[in-house]
């Protein structure tokens, strides 16, 4: 005889379900059943009651976190601009990278106490997780990290989404180099591929020294990552910038603006290679003469400061 034992729960599982215990054996092609015991019975335990404020809890906070993504984009779609750019500013610099802003990049001297935390946190940010490499012999600095995190920062400083999620890499020449994207020498690129921002540091430096002559190859080759970044994601940040991008192309179209670009000249020609390089000019133009830009051009002026969202240091 041979057996085995099976545990039967008549009554589903519940509180106290009835249940029996028995033995089964095989004879000759039948099959009998022996009720061992009757009186067995096996207490199951119940959902544990403690947990299910806890259970409450999360089902209401994630309700209100679903009318609070609500109401942002209603407010970036109204407002053009996010409700919050800043959640939780945490991250220092180190005494040495902080006296680099200070004495090196004027920007950050406009903004008030509470910017220049947000604007610390950022570049802090942006100097952990980008990985900077020298080629040439080229020694990195903490100067050239700082200041390179800088000039980006500053870019999308009034962005949310702050932190360039196309650029993995900080590639820095010590001059010109040769690029084999269209094998020419280059002062900056913007490799996507690679997920690379290539400068060369002489040109960069020259570039954030002289801050009046509208060429900055910094600003221009974040500029360059930022609206590729828009043209492939849907946040409010590429949103407002495709938004504000498409109003700046239709000021174009206008006869009125065509004769003062025509008569004035202000813009360089290269920034009509084509609308990347348009709109890189542009940020270089924003940033070093926004005076001049608002009086010549203050409806071009005004689309671009709503596609940064910049509203700091007197723009």
Known sequence: ????FFVLYPN?????PFHRTLYLTQR?????????????VLQS????PWLAPYAYGIVILGFIFFLFRIFENWYAANFDKPLFRNYLVFKKLSSAQLAILTTEFSFYNKLS???KKQFEHRVAKFVSEKKFVGRGELEITELMTVLIAAVGCMLSFGRKNYIYSLIEFILIYPEEFYSKVNNDYHKGEFNPRERALVL?????EEGFKISNDNLNVGIHEFMHAMQLESTKNRDLDSIRFTKQF??????????EVKNQLDKTEFFRAYAFTNQYEFMAVLAEYFFESPADFKRIFP?????TKKLLNFNFAGY
């Open 113 to 115: 106490e509470k910017q």
């Open 200 to 204: 060369s540091w002489k040109d960069f």
């Open 12 to 16: 589903g599982i519940g509180n106290k």
């Open 28 to 40: 000759t092609n039948s099959i009998y059943l022996f009720i061992l015991n009757k009186n067995l």
């Open 1 to 4: 005889m041979s057996g085995i």
């Open 299 to 303: 409806n071009i002026y005004n689309y």
């Open 246 to 255: 498409q109003n700046i192309l239709k000021e174009l179209t206008r006869q």
């Open 45 to 48: 335990e119940a959902v544990a």
